[in-house]
């Protein structure tokens, strides 16, 4: 049912990925052997001691150059393990990079488009119409600044300070004496709640 109307699904996994996963089982399988040869080594160094105790120094001899074989095996191992991890971490790195040029190409196409419909006559001819538009502000500006004789300079001064006037005058202060105080009647007593206690 996947392709009911024939269209192939295209796979996210790239070659690059599926190297990395089998470098990655390589070096999983190489870890299992790796494992595989140290429990042999100490079962045949503890088989190598028991022969010796039995007196039985050729087959003792025989059981440790096998070990020292497979030790050799193990180093050459880790250093396999060491080339696989290595390359893995190379390849994934590539595949870093490969991203960041990729991005790097597309800014770069696009900063280019930009340029394009941003050409540098086009910013100039921006700029001098700003300037243009401010010097003409600028020229509107004065005009009514100085479109006002001393006397509206003054008439506006004078409204200022009214209406500054008006926001500080207070209400004036009643002449009449205050009324004396009646005596209250006999104040009312209130009684105080009794203090409830937690029991424990």
């Given at each position: 049912?996947?392709?009911?109307?024939?269209?192939?699904?295209?796979?996210?996994?790239t070659?690059?990925?599926?190297?990395?996963l089998?470098?990655?089982q390589?070096r999983?399988?190489?870890?299992?052997?790796q494992?595989?040869?140290?429990?042999?080594?100490e079962?045949?160094?503890?088989?190598?001691?028991?022969l010796?105790?039995d007196?039985?120094?050729?087959?003792?001899?025989?059981?440790?150059?096998k070990?020292r074989?497979?030790?050799q095996?193990?180093d050459?191992?880790?250093?396999?393990?060491?080339?696989?991890?290595r390359?893995?971490?190379?390849?994934?790195?590539?595949?870093?990079?490969?991203?960041?040029?990729e991005?790097?190409?597309i800014?770069?196409?696009?900063?280019?488009?930009?340029?394009?419909v941003?050409?540098?006559?086009?910013?100039?001819?921006?700029?001098?119409?700003?300037?243009?538009?401010?010097?003409?502000?600028?020229?509107i500006?004065?005009?009514?600044?100085?479109?006002f004789?001393?006397?509206?300079?003054?008439?506006?001064?004078?409204e200022l300070?009214?209406i500054?006037?008006?926001q500080?005058?207070?209400?004036?202060?009643?002449?009449?004496?205050?009324?004396?105080?009646i005596?209250e009647?006999s104040?009312?007593k209130?009684?105080?709640?009794?203090?409830l206690?937690?029991a424990?």
């Amino acid at each position: 049912m996947g392709n009911l109307f024939g269209r192939k699904r295209r796979s996210r996994i790239t070659e690059q990925d599926k190297a990395v996963l089998q470098l990655k089982q390589q070096r999983d399988k190489l870890k299992q052997y790796q494992k595989r040869i140290t429990l042999n080594l100490e079962r045949e160094r503890s088989v190598a001691w028991q022969l010796l105790r039995d007196g039985k120094k050729e087959k003792a001899k025989l059981l440790l150059k096998k070990k020292r074989y497979q030790e050799q095996l193990l180093d050459k191992t880790e250093k396999q393990i060491s080339n696989l991890e290595r390359m893995v971490q190379d390849i994934e790195f590539t595949q870093i990079e490969m991203k960041v040029i990729e991005g790097l190409k597309i800014g770069n196409e696009c900063l280019n488009k930009m340029h394009e419909v941003m050409s540098i006559e086009e910013v100039e001819r921006i700029i001098d119409e700003t300037q243009d538009a401010v010097e003409y502000q600028r020229q509107i500006d004065e005009m009514l600044a100085g479109s006002f004789t001393e006397e509206d300079e003054d008439a506006i001064l004078e409204e200022l300070n009214a209406i500054t006037q008006e926001q500080l005058e207070l209400p004036e202060v009643p002449t009449e004496p205050l009324p004396e105080m009646i005596p209250e009647a006999s104040p009312v007593k209130i009684r105080a709640k009794p203090e409830l206690v937690a029991a424990s």
